[in-house]
């Protein structure tokens, strides 16, 4: 082996005086052995002409040829890719202006110069394979500055192009998809404005191609109002100032013809913050706002349609009511007459008739009010034993005439006043009442309450109607809270009834925050059951007392009290004025408001029962006239009627 120069590093060093410790590293080659074993570098050193005199380890191992194989053969273009080769002796000769010729002189001939040299170029290795390899050269000396070949330092720049192409390919695949999308207009526009790129998207919403439009300004997407208004400006500057801005409006497309559009800006700045321009992403929701303007529209028609319906059913309830209101009313004119029995009894069954045709009416009017989910809670101070004790008297009499005895039992636990709906409670309850009565024939009916569960602000307390009736199947056990569901289709012919009761009621319960259930067993009765959620309330026990007192009506004083009925309909006077004077109280029946005010000018009344709709003047404009025309120190009771069943009526 020839004596090798020292390295290029090494040699650099040769101007400044050397250390001991570096003569000695020189002197024994400890260097230069370290780095031609060195397995990561391919070291080739050549001779003058080219031809290959050292082959490294890490040559070897990189190229697959023992050094016996190449030394003293081949020369390093050898082991390189011929096209690159020729390619770089005609780049170089382009670049150095002489020819320079597409062998070793290509790999070498800048270094020969003295001119640093490092390049990419693929090494082949012996069986075949290629590889991209980052090749530095340095040209060997001898004393007299005489070049005697060349170190060709060869690295594996495989993995480094790997990255880089992965990169390239990232980079070109971002860039394909962000055209390749079609959905939205995926827009660059420099810090002015100006479309810079423009993507399938851009071309399918606005008409335009890439070449028409790429360098033009974007406003031209805007209405000649928007940019009249500088909108498109105000765009941009609302954007770099926060960064992003969403923005929905009409756009304009290369026909002229307008979308709306769903804009939002994306700032791009460098990494120093520079602005440099702008992402712009629009999607067409033409469509979807048509699809919602329609939806509202038909939104807004079923709204009207079920108003209507409401309105219709609660102006059918009042018209129905009223005629019925007269038949109940007369057949208690009649029953308080001498009657032969046979007549007696038919004027019973009409009495019961109308008040069931009444109770169906009102869970139809009901029932509708839920499904239009119209249906109200009247939340208010109650007292559970009251609301019991108020139901259980309305059945009072036919359950003694039936022989069954009837009882009220509320838990001590319960709390004495809660807040709920006492008018829905007791709906619910006269209804589950009214049912045990009805399919029971003996033995006895509990209503008890109790509390079900304690919470922080309320008292879920379950209501159960025990019966001994004739009980309930499986079977139908699970049809019963369906609307219009009886047990048994013997059951509508033998005891009556429209089957909406038990599922009101299961919707009362459930709106009362509770839920609603049975148990039962053929033959041997039913339970039916409840629970509400009921609010703690901060009533006073007395005051609720004081207040739910009702007027007396049966006393020496009220039998003496001047009644004044101001009703149009002569039906309902005749039944409103039996009914006073069943009660002991004299009344005076005037037909509009106006005659109601003039009375009242005339005499005294203790109590004036005034009919909302009437000719001439309405109950509320006679009302507020009589309260102007009363002094400071008088105030005559007055009390609505109405057949309006309607929550807004009463209100
Ligand atoms: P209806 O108005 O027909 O009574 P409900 O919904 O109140 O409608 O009741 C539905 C059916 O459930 C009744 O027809 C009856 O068959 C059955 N049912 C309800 N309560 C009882 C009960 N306490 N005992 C036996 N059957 C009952």
Redesign the pocket.
């Known amino acids: 082996m020839r004596p090798q120069p020292p390295p290029a590093a090494v040699r650099r060093a040769d101007g400044l005086a050397k250390t001991g410790h570096q003569q000695a590293l020189l002197k024994t080659g400890a260097l230069q052995n370290a780095i031609f074993n060195s397995a990561n570098f391919s070291s080739i050193a050549t001779d003058a002409k080219g031809v290959i005199q050292i082959f490294n380890v890490g040559a070897e191992k990189m190229l697959g040829y023992t050094a016996a194989e190449v030394v003293n053969k081949i020369t390093p273009a050898d082991i390189s890719d011929p096209q690159e080769v020729i390619q770089r002796a005609k780049s170089l000769s382009l670049e150095l202006g002489t020819p320079i010729t597409p062998g070793f002189e290509a790999l070498v001939f800048k270094a020969s110069r003295g001119i640093e040299d490092i390049y990419e170029l693929t090494y082949i290795r012996k069986n075949g394979s290629r590889f991209p390899a980052v090749v530095s050269v340095t040209a060997l000396r001898d004393a007299d500055k005489a070049i005697i070949g060349y170190l060709l330092i060869g690295t594996d720049n495989t993995a480094r192009q790997q990255i880089e192409d992965q990169l390239r390919w990232t980079e070109e695949s971002f860039r394909l998809m962000v055209e390749s999308v079609a959905d939205a207009a995926i827009v660059q526009l420099d810090a002015q404005g100006n479309v810079l790129s423009w993507n399938t998207g851009a071309q399918r919403i606005k008409g335009y191609s890439s070449e028409e439009i790429i360098g033009q300004h974007f406003s031209r997407f805007y209405s000649g109002t928007d940019i009249k208004n500088g909108k498109p400006q105000h765009d941009l500057d609302v954007a770099s100032a926060k960064g992003r801005y969403e923005d929905e409006g009409w756009r304009v497309r290369k026909d002229g013809t307008t979308f709306w559009a769903s804009v939002v800006f994306t700032t791009i700045r460098d990494p120093v913050g520079n602005l440099r321009g702008f992402a712009k992403m629009t999607r067409d929701l033409t469509e979807r706002r048509q699809v919602e303007a329609d939806l509202n529209r038909a939104r807004d028609e079923a709204l009207q349609a079920s108003r209507a319906k409401s309105e219709f059913l609660a102006n059918m309830s009042h018209e129905i009511r009223t005629p019925m209101n007269g038949v109940i009313g007369m057949t208690e004119v009649l029953l308080d007459s001498p009657l032969p029995p046979a007549q007696r009894d038919a004027v019973e069954t009409i009495r019961f008739s109308g008040q069931s045709l009444l109770t169906i009416i009102n ?1 139809i009017l009901d029932f509708s009010k839920m499904e239009a989910g119209m249906l109200r809670l009247d939340i208010g101070d109650l007292d559970i034993h009251r609301v019991l004790g108020r139901a259980i008297a309305l059945f009072a009499e036919p359950a003694a005439s039936k022989g069954i005895k009837l009882d009220q039992f509320v838990e001590t636990k319960v709390p004495p006043i809660l807040r709920g709906d006492p008018g829905r409670l007791h709906q619910v309850l006269t ?2 009442i009214a ?2 009565l ?3 024939e003996h033995g006895s009916i509990l209503v008890r309450a109790a509390v079900e569960k304690e919470t922080a602000g309320a008292t879920l307390v379950r209501f159960t ?1 025990r ?1 001994s ?4 199947s499986k079977e ?1 056990q699970q049809r ?2 369906q609307t219009f ?4 289709s013997s ?2 012919r033998k ?9 009101i ?1 299961k919707q009362l319960a459930e709106l009362m925050d509770g839920e609603m259930g049975v148990e ?1 067993e053929p033959g041997k ?2 339970s ?1 059951w409840f629970t509400a959620r009921l609010e703690k309330s901060d009533a006073i026990v007395m005051q609720l007392e004081a207040a739910a007192t009702e007027i007396p009506v049966s006393d020496g004083m009220t039998s003496r009290w001047r009644v004044l009925v101001a009703e149009d309909n002569p039906v309902n006077q005749r039944v409103a004025r039996h009914q006073l004077v069943r009660l002991g109280l004299k009344a005076d029946v005037v037909e509009n408001g106006r005659q109601a005010i003039e009375a009242l000018q005339r005499e005294h009344y203790d109590l004036v029962l005034m009919d909302c709709q009437m000719p001439e003047l309405d109950g509320y404009a006679a009302t507020t006239e009589i309260r102007r025309n009363e002094g400071a120190n008088r105030h005559t009771w007055i009390i609505a009627m109405t057949a309006h069943a309607m929550g807004g009526d009463r209100e």
């Open positions: 869970d209804n589950l049912n045990a009805k399919f029971t109607v019966d009736g004739i009980g309930i139908a019963l809270f569901m009886q047990a048994d059951t509508t005891y009556g009834g429209s089957g909406l009761g038990l599922a009621s039962s009765g039913s039916f």
